[in-house]
Each structure stands twice: as C-alpha cells, then as structure tokens.
C-alpha cells in the first residue's frame, strides 16, 4: 500500500487553516458578495467576447496584450471616464492599474506599506478583508467610530492625537466612504472635506475602497476623496459588485510614485487579459444600461429583506438600511452574540455573517451580522429570514415583536 507523503510536516508556521473541501452552497446563502445571477447580462458578455476576440484575439500571444503593464488600454479609458462621471475624479488612462479584482490590489497596497508593527486605522466596522490583511501581515490595526455619516472625525482627530503623542505614525487611514461595508452609508460631502484636513495635518495618506460606489439607490453621491485631493488619497475600484464577482477585474487609481511602486510588485506578468477584453468591449456602449436595471432589481430585494427582518425579529433588531449595495447591516440585543446560532443555522442551510468578522473589536459586534440579500430570490430571502428568526430564538430566548428601523 502506498504511503502518502507528509507535506503538512514541511509547511511553514503560521499558515492559516485550511479550506475544507467545498460541500455545495447552503440553501438561503446571505454570506459573502455574491450578486443577482439573473442579472449578468450573459449574453451580451457573449457578444461582446465574440467581437473583441474576433478583433483583438491575436493581442493574447503578447504578455500585457503588446501594451503597457498597467493593462488593457480601452479598459483602462472606460475605468477613467467612469470615474469622471460617476466620482469626480480627472485621471489619466495611465494613472489606472488594473488588477486581479480589488483583493490583489489590496495585497499590492499592503505589501508596499506595510512592516510588522505599523498601525493603520480602519473604520470600526469594515471589510472583514481588509481586517485580516493586515493583521497577517503583523501591523496593528485601530478602528475609528462610525455613524451614519461615516467616520466620525471628531473621534477620528483624537485617535490622531494619541498616536502622535505617542510618537506613532499611521501608514493610512482606509475608508469606505459611498456605500460602505458592512453599514451602507454615505460619507457627507463635509466629512470628506475634514477627513482630508485630518490628513493634511496628521500626515497620514487614505486608502479609499470604492467597489460599491456605482450602485447607489438615488443614483447620486459625493464626489470621491481622490477626485477631492489626488495627492493623498489612493482609490481602489472594482467591477466585482457593479458586473460579475467572478470576473476578477479590479483596478488602482493613485500618483506614478505610487503606481510604479505597485506595478513593480505585481509579479503575475498581468491580470486575465481575456476578462479585460471582454468587459472593456460590454463596457464601452452597455455599462450604463446594464446599471440601470441592476439598481432597481437589487433595490427590490433589499426592501423584501427589510421587510422579512421587520416581520420576524420585530424590536429584537435594529436595521441599518443601506443607501445601496447588496448588503444589511443588522444589531441584535447586547446580550446575544450571533456566533452562538452561527453553526446551528448553517446546519439548517441559513448562511450569514457574524458582526465579529467584520470589525477592528470584534467583542464590539457580537451581536451583529451582515446579510447579503442580492443572491437568494424574493421568495428564498422571506424563507430564509423567517428560518433565521426561529434559530435564533431558539438559541437566544430573546422574542421578536414590532419593528425598529434605521434609514
């Protein structure tokens, strides 16, 4: 019989745990970003493959399509006059990177700041991502309070102070500033001109994460801190949430002293040029379009989950309806901590995100969680609510009755 090799005694320490193998997705899926299936617009994609692959096919025997290393050219233009329209923000094709979604970007950005021991400060509640890259890579990680303006800067100013007093210097502050995760916010027009004061006076740059900024409900917002002060902020973007997640393109907006930094550690010889192709060809004429009957369909699903969670937890919970994107941020009473039902719902096929996940304290918010709705049908989200309420009941004896929103 042959003996299997111990690969696990040569592994390095320190290793996260492993991923078990994939069991199927549960039956009422409210975890990660996953967006409406029914929404892709396949088939345009298709056309769109067939065009640009029948023009620009023979480009994929060159690495980087024959162009330069920050990626596809016609994507790169569309991602600066997107951002022009839609954020306020002049830029160049040349000032834009694309990357393998917005996570490699985050890894770029992290590898290019961060030591063991460096702090940052993040927004209370945030990217549980963006939490756990950090402290992988051995910084310290300090959460500044929210409402529902955004960072509070008062707060934010006397975090700054302390630090400095203490002799520490933040490597950057990183915000979700238009439709944030997990609260769905917007950061007022005034906030993000005292963010950037802070900024200018403490000497700390910010790192803005703008992956849900095109699905906004009123179809408007402020303009993005980069488009505010280019010369301190480094934006992220994405076409994760506003297209498919699984068409990994994400891109960086920042200085050349920045980019060049980046492009000189992006070591994969250039993200999925046949994805850039494609979605730069749907882009070009259908990007609007496909915008306008995405927003609505998601707006639709999110006031049915609002109304299951009114109908099933009643004044047991505390709603934050978001001002777009495709999440729920919801407060139980003080005294539960959803990670106690966590394991119990999952094994009955509900499937959400404990608050702790997604928070700099994560004793802050066990008695929170995210619940994605842009996946699961109308008719799943009321199903699985009404599962979800009785789980939690079962295992926390707190009754649901009345309803108490937050818009």
């Known amino acids: 019989m042959q003996q299997t090799f111990a690969f696990a005694d040569l592994f390095r320490s320190g290793l996260p745990d492993p991923v078990a193998p994939f069991a199927g997705l549960p039956r009422y899926n409210f975890v990660f970003g996953h967006n409406d299936p029914a929404q892709v617009p396949a088939g345009d994609l298709a056309e769109a493959a067939a065009r640009v692959l029948r023009s620009q096919g023979h480009r994929l025997g060159m690495y980087y399509l024959g162009g330069a290393p920050q990626g596809y050219e016609p994507l790169r233009e569309f991602v600066a006059e997107k951002l022009a329209a839609r954020s306020g923000i002049r830029c160049r094709p040349d000032d834009v990177m694309l990357t393998s979604g917005s996570l490699q970007a985050m890894d770029l950005i992290n590898g290019l700041f961060l030591a063991p021991g460096d702090t940052v400060i993040l927004e209370e509640f945030t990217y549980g991502g963006a939490i756990t890259k950090v402290q992988k890579l051995g910084a310290n990680v300090i959460g500044a309070p929210l409402d529902e303006g955004g960072i509070r800067t008062d707060r934010l100013r006397a975090i700054l102070e302390d630090l400095r007093g203490r002799g520490v210097r933040p490597k950057y502050i990183y915000t979700i500033p238009t439709v944030q995760n997990p609260t769905g916010s917007i950061m007022s027009l005034e906030r993000r001109h005292e963010l950037l ?23 408007e917002r402020p303009p993005a801190l980069y488009a505010l002060d280019p010369s301190r902020v480094i934006h992220i973007g994405s076409f994760s949430k506003s297209l498919a997640p699984a068409l990994r393109i994400g891109y960086v907006v920042a200085d050349w002293r920045v980019l060049g930094q980046l492009l000189a550690a992006k070591s994969d010889a250039g993200s999925g040029a046949l994805e850039q192709m494609v979605v730069a060809e749907f882009v070009r004429d259908r990007f609007d379009d496909h915008l306008t009957e995405l927003t609505p369909a998601l707006k639709l699903k999110l006031d049915a989950i609002v109304e299951a969670l009114e109908r099933e937890f009643g004044t047991a919970a505390e709603i934050f309806v978001p001002q777009g994107g495709i999440f729920v941020w919801l407060k139980l009473p003080d005294s539960i901590d959803v990670r106690s039902f966590a394991k119990a719902a999952l094994d009955e096929g509900v499937a ?25 049908s109308v008719e799943d989200i009321q199903a699985g609510v009404a599962k979800l309420a009785r789980i939690s009941f079962e295992h926390t004896g707190v009754p649901a009755h ?5 818009r």
Do not use: Q, T
């Open 197 to 219: 004061a802070l900024s200018r006076e403490f000497g700390v740059p910010i790192w803005e994460d703008e992956c849900y900024a095109d699905l906004v409900w009123s179809g």
């Open 352 to 376: 959400f995100n404990p608050g702790p996940e997604w928070a700099c304290d994560p004793e802050s918010a066990k008695s929170y969680m995210r619940l994605c709705f842009a996946l699961p």
């Open 402 to 406: 009345g309803g108490n929103v937050r």
